[in-house]
């Protein structure tokens, strides 16, 4: 992470002082396109790749239906789900207008190619992140 990236607000204090768990490579994560990540619970997380190469987390789980994010359309910073076509936005997991909802968002870190996410979050009870996933924190992503 560079200190740009850091003075960007792209990387918080408190995700300074998180454990990061080595997820991937950017190779892994197909320009465009995204990668599932498995949780301990089962329900995965997509990680998703920006033809910017940003690089963003979401739960795998559209807010509507519960399509599989991952198999979606990655377009500028959002993904269309492939079951009703809601747009997701990448940065926060919440659902574009004229639809309403969000999914939980996780943080992300990318150093050089190594792809990391926050061992608290991978970790962490479905029912917390649920709770948690529309209350604004920023759980932005970096490349």
Known sequence: M??????????????AEAAWILVCTLADI???????????????IALFRTAGDRVYALLDCCPH????????????????????????????????????GCTPAFAVKVDGERVYLRDDQLHAPIATLTAAS????ARGSAA
Not at 30 to 44: K, N
């Open 30 to 44: 197909p320009a465009l396109g995204a990668r599932r990540v498995r949780r301990p619970d089962g329900v995965d």
């Open 2 to 15: 560079s200190a740009a990236d850091s003075a960007a607000g792209l990387v918080t204090p408190a995700h």
């Open 65 to 100: 239906r519960g399509g599989p994010l991952s198999q979606g359309i990655v377009f500028g910073e959002a993904v269309a789900c492939p079951l009703h076509n809601w747009t997701i936005r990448l940065s926060d997991g919440r659902a574009q207008a004229p639809d309403d």
């Open 134 to 137: 529309c209350d604004g924190a």
